[in-house]
């Protein structure tokens, strides 16, 4: 049985990567004393595995040439012109009143000897606007320092944090979300409250190969989806070109594309190279055409390796180890013999892994959902800013912006506001008739062979059959709290990528001989719900979603 506070709290947060951690702190700012719900320990994210950096216009950018209508344009090319034009000006316009906003919590980005930023070049930028912390810890720094940041008010009983509280479940009254259940200590709790905003990352645990942490088990979705609210673009699913080959290095983990943009390359077990005659940008082209690339490399009985010796050769010896030294000490320690490999003399041997998900919970830019009381942010969230592709380290800078800007509306609005999903088109998916138990491991078969890098209609009608006869189950309350969402979010992937029968970014139907234009009478952006008898509240779901 739940137990329950008795006064409902203004705003609750359901994650602490970047987004959640922004939020909370933002809430402080404008008087506001959230509650931060994790289900693992403070900062516990994909936020932390950020290697890239933080794209932003910013006034040492600018002096070099750049400008937000550069950064508009490049995120709008990488997305094959399926973002949402307003929410990407939105998002490349806040760069760097976000960047000031970070070092105001004290985060210390990587300078130059005269104390001007240093800005990196990454895959499918046309500038230099990249910027770091520590080289490639980027992400643990920025987690490390917002959490600092986020337990000194905690300190000063500013805001409450429950660790090890995994959130199950969304309460609904009257239309609209009243709460949100969680278990901790084995014990279900509910916590009471005006506003939740789900910041809880992406779902790469649905895959067997992936680059998220454990934790990405596709929550938010999950949690929003059983209370009645849209989840769009779920087709679009974008797998990063060099996960370090998990058969042979388990431990070795991503290496960044930032190491492509000093200069290193792609070759396969012949030393040839490839993505020259497969796109203009070569490895720099967006991550959907290099990881296809590579996957059609290995579908060809071949071992792609990244090289990156000439650059150290170029460059001079130790410039891999001082530019990159999270993903040298990585790579140094991969191995049990402890030699490990080593980017200045080695070959490494890469696979595309599933990386990030464009799709979400569908919102605006002030992260209203479908639902009233509902808010979302981060990878969970459906912005429409990556369109059919993100473009390279544009997920910390949407996190942090779009938290910020959820908690600002939600400061400032009625408890009924909700997002507009007339540039939609929603549809029910069908009630799910079980037959067989499905596992963890089972699902993660099926959608890494059925919801991959390709997919064909044949094999994503097999993938929804499959879904649709099976119940997910798992040893304990926890595992399947998770397995549910990851079944629930895999249902809404394979009915996207059913509806949208051509190509387009990350989408790659091998079934279709073309690419659809978003421009075209065919560029619709989907919108999923579940069906009635499988939501929180059966009476939740408003005339203009059944329309």
């Not at 403070?42 to 216009?57: H, K, M, P, T, Y």
């Not at 609904?172 to 200590?185: C, Q």
């Amino acid at each position: 049985m739940s137990q329950v506070q008795q006064e409902p709290k203004k705003l609750v947060i359901v994650g602490s990567g970047v987004a959640g951690l922004c939020a909370a702190l933002h809430a402080v700012e404008l008087g506001i004393q959230p509650v931060l719900l994790t289900k693992g320990k403070l900062g516990d994210s994909n936020s932390e595995l950020a290697q890239g950096g933080l794209s932003a216009v910013t006034g040492a950018s600018m002096a070099q040439g750049d400008s937000v209508s550069k950064h508009v344009a490049d995120t709008l090319k990488a997305g094959a012109g399926h973002c949402g034009v307003e929410p990407v000006e939105h998002l490349c316009s806040s760069g760097e009143e976000l960047v000031q906003a970070l070092e105001s919590y004290a985060v210390d980005f990587d300078r130059n000897a005269d104390g001007s930023y240093q800005l990196g070049l990454e895959a499918a930028h046309s500038a230099h606007r990249i910027l770091h912390i520590n080289g490639d810890a980027t992400g643990a720094s920025l987690v490390q320092t917002l959490v600092r940041a986020v337990r000194q008010l905690e300190t000063a009983n500013k805001l409450s944090i429950f660790e090890d509280a995994v959130a199950t479940e969304l309460q609904l009254h009257d239309g609209k979300v009243s709460g949100v259940h969680y278990l901790r200590n084995e014990a279900e709790q509910l916590l009471l409250a005006e506003a939740i905003l789900l910041a809880t990352g992406g779902l790469g645990q649905l895959y067997s190969a992936t680059t998220n942490p454990q934790g990405a088990t596709a929550d938010g979705l999950g949690l929003a989806a059983r209370a009645g609210a849209v989840i769009a673009d779920a087709e679009f699913i974008q797998f990063h070109p060099t996960l370090v080959d998990p058969a042979r290095y388990p431990e070795a983990g991503m290496v960044s594309e930032a190491v492509r943009g000093e200069g290193a390359i792609l070759v396969n077990d012949a030393g040839q190279r490839f993505m020259p005659g497969i796109h203009p940008d070569a490895e720099l082209a967006p991550r959907d055409v290099v990881a296809r690339g590579i996957h059609e490399q290995i579908q060809a009985g071949h071992q792609v390796y990244l090289d990156a010796r000439a650059v150290e050769e170029t460059r001079g010896a130790g410039f891999l180890a001082r530019r990159f030294p999270s993903i040298t000490a990585k790579l140094a320690s991969c191995t049990a013999g402890g030699s490990g490999l080593d980017m200045a003399h080695d070959l490494i041997p890469v696979v595309a892994a599933q990386h990030y998900f464009m799709g979400g919970i569908y919102t605006d830019t002030s992260g209203r959902t479908s639902v009233p009381g509902l808010y979302a942010a981060g990878e969970c969230a459906n912005t429409t800013v990556h369109g059919a592709n993100r473009l390279a380290s544009n997920s910390l800078l949407e996190a942090m912006v779009f938290a910020r800007n959820a908690v600002a509306a939600m400061a400032g609005e009625a408890s009924d506001t909700r997002c507009d999903i007339s540039g939609l088109v929603v549809q029910a998916i069908s009630a799910p008739t079980p037959q067989a138990p499905l596992d963890l491991e089972q699902l993660q078969t099926a959608a890494s062979s059925k919801l991959g890098v390709y997919r064909t209609g044949e094999e994503l009608e097999e993938m929804a059959q499959i879904l649709a006869t099976s119940a997910p189950v798992a040893a304990t309350a926890r595992e399947q709290a998770e397995l549910r969402n990851l079944w629930i979010a895999a249902r809404i992937i394979a009915a996207g990528s059913m509806a949208r029968t051509k190509s387009l970014g990350a989408h790659h139907r091998l079934d279709s001989t073309e690419f659809t234009s978003s421009l075209s009478d065919e560029g619709v952006r989907y919108g999923w719900t579940l069906h009635p008898s499988e939501l929180n509240n059966e009476n939740l779901l408003s005339k203009e979603m059944n329309a």
